[in-house]
Structure formats: C-alpha cells, structure tokens
C-alpha cells in the first residue's frame, strides 16, 4: 500500500476547562491532526505532544518540523504491506515515539478501512465496550474537587483520578477519600516529587488508592522501585514507559504493579500492544491514558483499550466533557461508566471537515 498524499493540520481546540497539573495549566489544546491518502482511501491520527516539552521531550513545533522536514516526504517512497512494518522503518529513528505514533497509527486506520474492519478487530480486542474514569486537574479547592469527583462518580464513571503536587496532595487525598469512602480513587504526579517526599508518599499510602501514578522523575525507573518497596499501594508507571523494553526493564526490577499505556507515547498502536503483552506476561495490568484527545485521538484509544489485559479504567471519558464541538461527526460518550467500542470501519469515526476548517491554523501537504 503505497502514501499518495499526507495532510498535516494544526488545529487549535478550546477546553472546556482549565486542566491544572504539577507541570502547568492549559485552557486549549494544539491538535496536529494527520491525514494519510491512498487512492480514495484515508486514514486519521492526532497527535499528543503538548506546545511545551512538560509532560515528555515532544514538542508541537518539533514535531512538525520532522514530519514535514523527514518522515513525510520519505513516507510517500515507501510501499507497506503492514503497520508492522511502518513501525520497523521508523524504528531506527531515536526517540519522537509521539510523532512516529501519528504516521503509524494513520496507517492501522487506513489499513483497517481498506480491509473494511474495524481497528479493534485488527488489534485483537475483546471487548464492545471499555470502562473509563476521569481525570481531575488541581481545582481552587478541596470542597471544589469533593465537588468535582461527586458529580462525575454520580455520572457512573468509575474511578476518580485526581492530580496533586507538593502542597495539594494529603490535603485533597483525604477530603475526598472522607466524602466517598468507597470510591475507586487514584493520584498522578506527574513527577512532581522525589525520594526526599518520602513523608508525603508514605501519607498517601493510607487512603487506598487504586494505585499513586509516577511520583517520580519522568524518565525513572530506579527510584521507582525504592518507593515501590516502600509503599502498599501500587505504583503505575505513565511517563516513564516509553517502550516494550521499558516496560519489561520496569516490571523485572518491580518499579511499579501498573502500567498507563499511551499510544502516543510508546510510537503507535503496535508497539502499544507490545506494551500490553509484556505487562500482561508479569500479571500486571493495564488502563490507556489520555493526552487530552479530540475525537480521532479519543477514538484510537477506545479502540486500543478493548484488549484483554486493559482491565482498570481507563481516561477515555466524554468528548463533550473536554469539547463544546468536537472535531468528528459521531458522538464519543460514555453511559454509566462504560464508552462503547465504535463499529465502522478503521477507528470508526469520521472527521467533521466544515468544523475542522473553522479550528485549522496551518496546513501543509506532502505529496
Ligand atoms: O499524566 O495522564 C497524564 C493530560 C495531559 C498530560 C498528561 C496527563 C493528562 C491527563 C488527562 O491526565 C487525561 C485525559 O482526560 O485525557
Ligand atoms: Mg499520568
């Protein structure tokens, strides 16, 4: 199958709220959306690199200066037969897994459309619907997130994930653990503490948490494993996994018991579940993260999260709780708790071109 044209936007996509983490705050997201053309056939993919490199290395500029200046152009020489092997000609490359993700992802799309299947067939997936959560960034207040978490577990999502740092952690732990005693709640760090936290951690331990996800440094795996020893509560690992090996280093030397698989983040949908066969060979479970997607990227994951071993929930929730028009024609929202698997063919949804024209800041055409 052979790239006749590739189409990279960037769009600019209003939230819906203010999303506070331990590394910055964001009112709207940067969208580079991606279009791969074969014949009258096409395959989507978001990017989830962020403006800044706060949460990992990627950054929006750069990555489009690699996909335009690189992978672009050298894309439309090759013939695959496979996403597999999109993935074997990236692999060489260093590092840039979000940016290989958009080409290789785009790619599993289109492939399953020209089979006429959808993705999560392709993949492997189980199941015609996923659990999910949420993820709740640093509110004004404890009252504010007890709130917060009250309204969404009234919806029927099923686990609570709230953001801390140092300074709003116990604090906001506790209130909410106090107002719902039997939720399924969880805290991400976002590597916002070291091993001279330890007191702060050692306190988090005792409001059972579903798991504490990456206390540490973004690119850790050492110190990891001390706090995991130290700790009842399992550890999950986000930014750190970066890769199958990665993961399998992680779970041979116990620096956590669960794994955040992001698509975006390990370089696409092939090398996630890589991830998600290794964790699975170590007992361990895993759920699929969020990066603030817009419904393509959203969809992708819901697709990737019907394999077997995503057994906890994952941030997949509503599009319309992050958008007040998404960029696709088809809903994405979840019914007590659960977000249906799309059917269609490749991910199952379609791009809403007249809305997307109105969010487009740049285009710029391989071909
Ligand atoms: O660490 O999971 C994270 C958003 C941006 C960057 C990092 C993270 C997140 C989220 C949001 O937690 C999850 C979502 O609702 O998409
Ligand atoms: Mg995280």
Redesign the pocket.
Known sequence: MRIDQAELRILKLPLKFR?E?SFGAQTQRTIPLLTLRSGDLEGYSEGVM?DRPM?REETTGGSVELLNRFFLPDLLNQDFQNPEQVWQWLKPYRGNQMSKAMIEMAFWDLYARSKNVPLWELLGGVRTEIPVG??LGVQSSVEETVRLAGTHLDQGYRRV?L?IKPGWDVNVVTGVREAFPDARLTV?A?SAYTLADLGTLVALDDARLDYI??PLAYDDLHDHVILQNLLRTPVCL?ESITSPETTRKALAAQAGRVI?IKVGRVGGHSEARRVHDIAQSFGVPVWC?????AGIGRAHNIHLSSLPNFTKPG?T?SSSRYWAQDIINEPLEVKDGMMPVPTGPGIGVTPDWAFIDTVTEQTYLTR
Request: hydrophobic letters at 20%; aromatic letters at 10%.
């Open positions: 999303f983490t962020e949460y949420v993820s994930k953001k991400d976002n996800e990456q986000d955040n993260g969020g990066m603030l997607e941030d929730s």
